[in-house]
């Protein structure tokens, strides 16, 4: 759907305002994190830094729904596009010392800055020289999520402390999303297509991601008290 508004074309306005909000939502939980009093102070600057990052992506997105129409095609919407990537790639990489963090290993904590260098320089490479499709991108942010999402099943099973279940929801919610916009499942093909449900699903994901994530760094606190 496109709309001229104040004399500016805004392409695939339910995308892009989709996308849009995601940012606002990304950028308000990042900012609550941050400000956030806890004693794990650590696990709260990644859980910060991941939202920060899917801010970044969502705003990049908003602007490349808007104005690229023709895509990668021309050099800046392939700028704008490789720094979405870059965007999400980072953020691939917040959830793995994240996943380090709350498995308490000392041994992986040590092994992730390596690791986490060369995934990010091998999804780059793949990004730019073998295919910039989106399924790349997920490719490389999928396992550091089911890894979280492993993690988080098996604490709440022994547990039963709730934020653990809801932290495995957000993600289970989270990948729902992607599997709508992998099979192109829209409410309408030109006022709200497959990428906008992928957005609405995905922001309730993240809501239910930090509502978990507050109540971890709540746990922790305690239990440092």
Same mark, same amino acid.
């Given at each position: 759907?496109?709309?001229? =508004? ?9 995308? $892009? ?6 940012? *606002? ?14 004693? $794990? +102070?650590? *696990? ?15 705003? =990049? ?11 990668? $095609? ?19 990489? @917040? @959830?793995?010392?994240?996943?380090? *963090? ?11 800055? +390596?690791?986490?260098?060369?995934? *990010?320089? @091998? ?72 990428? $906008? ?24 606190? @305690?239990?440092?008290?």
């Amino acid at each position: 759907m496109t709309l001229e =508004l104040g004399g500016i074309t805004l392409h695939e306005f339910d995308v $892009a305002a989709t996308d849009f909000l995601l940012f *606002l939502e990304s950028t308000l939980f990042a900012w609550l994190l941050i400000r956030f009093k806890s004693s $794990a +102070a650590q *696990l709260q600057r990644l859980f910060g830094a991941l939202f920060a990052m899917l801010a970044i992506a969502s705003l =990049l997105g908003a602007l490349y729904h808007a104005f690229f129409p023709a895509k990668t $095609a021309t050099p800046p919407g392939l700028a704008i596009w490789l720094l979405i990537g870059l965007s999400i790639g980072l953020a691939s990489i @917040v @959830v793995w010392y994240i996943d380090a *963090l709350l498995l308490d290993s000392e041994r992986l904590r040590r092994a992730l800055p +390596a690791f986490a260098c060369i995934n *990010l320089l @091998v999804f780059m490479c793949m990004l730019v020289l073998v295919s910039h499709q989106f399924k790349i991108i997920i490719a490389f942010y999928v396992p550091p999520m089911i890894a979280l999402a492993v993690i988080s099943f098996a604490r709440w099973r022994r547990t039963s402390a709730m934020q653990w279940f809801w932290m495995f929801t957000g993600i289970v919610i989270s990948f729902v999303a992607a599997a709508l916009q992998f099979l192109r499942i829209g409410i309408h093909p030109v006022y709200f297509n497959h990428d $906008a449900v992928y957005h609405v699903v995905q922001a309730a994901a993240l809501a239910i991601l930090f509502v978990s994530f507050l109540r971890v760094l709540r746990m922790r606190s @305690v239990e440092g008290a």
